[in-house]
T-cell receptor
Framework: GAGVSQSPRYKVAKRGQDVALRCDPI?????LFWYQQALGQGPEFLTY????????KSGLPSDRFFAERPEGSVSTLKIQRTQQEDSAVYLC???????????????FGPGTRLTVT | GENVEQHPSTLSVQEGDSAVIKCTYS??????FPWYKQELGKGPQLIID?????GEKKDQRIAVTLNKTAKHFSLHITETQPEDSAVCFC????????????FGKGTHLIIQP
């Protein structure tokens, strides 16, 4: 079946521009995560949704970063007034949710590579 | 919160040999330990995972072992093949009730044909 999709795959923004990155999770997946991956590093957690509720945004690096999932399906990560340090790959992941037994596998999309010039 | 350290950063082995990558974690309450591989230009893909109620899990050539006392878990790949080459990441729950994962810095696994 279809996996997690993200668009655009590549985005070049001039410093100061706003960008919006889209994530389409696997159908039926309750949980949705955003991660930021700098070159040569592991992914770093940004934020987490359960359905439409944003339950954890502790990883968002500044108030320029904003995420939403208004209907509990597609999610958008928005970065305002982009800075060079925002250059990274932004990964979206979805999962069926966390049962009483603990976390479930997260399925990752291919990511959006953001370059801020 | 949880802190995960991964070693080595690069591992080169001959095709057919075994590869072992090790991670340590800090939060004794962590209960889920996945391993992901990532190929160039793609998102991470789950290789294998283990929960804290077992000490070992195998899937054909791949195994993961967990030592809760020492707080470390390892990925074992036997009979390595060139297509195993990738960057491998270990991960653990962020901790403190958070649902996201914290990842190690990755191991660049190179299988020499």
């Amino acid at each position: 079946g279809a996996g997690v999709s993200q668009s655009p795959r590549y985005k070049v923004a001039k410093r100061g521009q706003d960008v919006a990155l889209r994530c389409d999770p696997i159908s039926g997946h309750v949980s949705l995560f955003w991660y930021q991956q700098a070159l040569g590093q592991g992914p770093e957690f940004l934020t987490y949704f359960q359905n439409e509720a944003q339950l954890d945004k502790s990883g968002l690096p500044s108030d320029r970063f904003f995420a939403e999932r208004p209907e509990g399906s597609v999610s958008t990560l928005k970065i305002q007034r982009t800075q060079q340090e925002d250059s990274a790959v932004y990964l979206c992941a979805s999962s069926l949710g966390q049962p009483a037994g603990g976390p479930r596998e997260q399925y990752f999309g291919p990511g959006t590579r953001l370059t801020v010039t | 919160g949880e802190n995960v350290e991964q070693h080595p950063s690069t591992l080169s082995v001959q095709e057919g040999d075994s590869a072992v990558i090790k991670c340590t974690y800090s939060d004794s309450a962590s209960n889920y330990f996945p391993w992901y591989k990532q190929e160039l230009g793609k998102g991470p893909q789950l290789i294998i995972d283990i929960r804290s109620n077992v000490g070992e899990k195998k899937d054909q050539r791949i195994a993961v072992t967990l030592n809760k006392t020492a707080k470390h878990f390892s990925l074992h790949i036997t009979e390595t093949q060139p297509e195993d080459s990738a960057v491998c990441f270990c991960a653990a729950p962020l901790g403190g009730g958070a649902d996201g994962l914290t990842f190690g810095k990755g191991t660049h696994l190179i299988i020499q044909p």
